[in-house]
């Protein structure tokens, strides 16, 4: 698969693992709070588990592509196209400072459907300052941001999934 195409899923399959843990996370809940195990909504839950999984590890292995170092060998030609490309889909930021990022950040619509305007603020003030460490780039960090919420969102779902396990098998 070409960049462009790996640029455009990206953020497609961010959003379709966000949905899959989110309804995990519902039926989970839902299955706990029920009195008579409902194995059913528990196998449902399980799955879109599984699911949400799967698309993040599809987001995280095609963000290392994207925004992983090119090879010494590359012309700058190409890394100017792979930038120019990254920055029309979306998937970096032009910001360079942390205040930009938070104002750009704030704005962006793929970011408003992972998380409130609170979270991105306390994200960019205790997360800017290490996303500049080492070849890291401050432009990566709404993709770093989403990854971020949607491995919350996996481990969530994983303790849900632990203690309905327990109530299918107590001890």
Same mark, same amino acid.
């Not at 879109?48 to 590359?74: C, F, H, I, M, S």
């Not at 994200?123 to 432009?139: D, M, P, S």
């Given at each position: 698969?070409?960049?462009? *195409?790996?640029?455009?899923?990206?953020?497609?399959?961010?959003?379709?693992?966000?949905?899959?843990?989110?309804?995990?996370?519902?039926?989970?809940?839902?299955?706990?709070?029920?009195?008579?195990?409902?194995?059913?909504?528990?196998?449902?839950?399980?799955?879109?588990?599984?699911?949400?999984?799967?698309?993040?590890?599809?987001?995280?292995?095609?963000?290392?592509?994207?925004? $992983?170092?090119?090879?010494?060998?590359?012309?700058?030609?190409?890394?100017?196209?792979?930038?120019?490309?990254?920055?029309?889909?979306?998937?970096?930021?032009?910001?360079?400072?942390?205040?930009?990022?938070?104002?750009?950040?704030?704005?962006?619509?793929?970011?408003?459907?992972? #998380?409130?305007?609170?979270?991105?603020?306390?994200?960019?003030?205790?997360?800017?300052?290490? =996303?500049? *460490?080492?070849?890291?780039?401050? =432009?990566? +960090?709404? +993709?770093? #941001? +989403?990854?971020?919420?949607?491995?919350?969102? *996996?481990?969530? $779902?994983?303790?849900?999934?632990?203690?309905?396990?327990?109530? +299918?098998?107590?001890?």
């Amino acid at each position: 698969m070409d960049d462009r *195409a790996v640029a455009k899923n990206v953020l497609i399959r961010a959003k379709k693992s966000r949905e899959k843990l989110d309804e995990s996370i519902c039926a989970f809940k839902e299955f706990l709070s029920g009195e008579a195990p409902n194995l059913p909504k528990y196998y449902l839950a399980r799955n879109r588990l599984q699911e949400g999984q799967a698309l993040l590890t599809e987001v995280l292995n095609d963000a290392k592509k994207l925004l $992983g170092p090119l090879p010494d060998y590359v012309s700058e030609n190409l890394k100017e196209t792979r930038g120019k490309l990254l920055r029309e889909s979306h998937v970096v930021l032009e910001s360079r400072t942390i205040d930009a990022l938070e104002k750009e950040l704030l704005a962006d619509e793929d970011v408003k459907s992972f #998380m409130d305007s609170g979270k991105v603020v306390h994200y960019v003030r205790e997360a800017g300052t290490y =996303q500049t *460490a080492g070849k890291r780039k401050i =432009q990566n +960090i709404k +993709i770093r #941001m +989403i990854i971020d919420e949607l491995g919350a969102l *996996a481990v969530e $779902g994983r303790e849900l999934q632990r203690r309905a396990g327990e109530k +299918i098998m107590p001890k």
